[in-house]
């Protein structure tokens, strides 16, 4: 991943048409997840704009129709109980929106040392999954989450268990990160 690289399109996790609670000057605030990268980011809604929850907003540089400014990038412990609520379904939403690029993750993942495997990042995947996955990749490559489901015998639900790995991974505090760029605080002084 580009350190420069900036999302384009996001979802709204939770919009708040008077800003938040504790705020002094209310203004329309969303929480929203990049499409590509996952960052998580806090943006000031143009007058009289109302967003739903799970609305794909563009948030790249050129004009915004909905957004007005991205305020910054946020941690996972900054999102709304709604927002985090609300996280799951919008990443399977984002997963199964663009599945093959989540199936090639099953079909290039590779090793991340001599004792421990990329695919065993994954929540659920142990050595025995991750073996079988390595087998039934070299007879054929995946096409389908349906096309691993069928193949790797005990597996379930290949769009959850990536869903389950960025939520970890927004969270912070991982050793590796396959889907995010880790959360750095910024302190301007």
Known sequence: ???NR???YGFVLD???TGKSFSSQPEPIAQIIGEELFTLLEATI???VQLAIGERVYIGKDERDKVSVIKGRISYNDLTETSKR???NILL???KGNEKRFVDVFNNAGPLNIREHSLELLPGIGKKHMLAILKARSEK???SFDDIVGRVQLLQNPAKIIADRIIQELRGDERFYMFTK???KRDYY
């Open 1 to 3: 991943m580009g350190e």
């Open 6 to 8: 900036r999302e384009d």
């Open 15 to 17: 919009f708040m048409a």
């Open 46 to 48: 143009k007058p009289s």
């Open 86 to 88: 609300n996280l799951e």
């Open 93 to 95: 939403n984002i997963i």
């Open 141 to 143: 490559r995946f096409e």
């Open 182 to 184: 880790p959360y750095v």
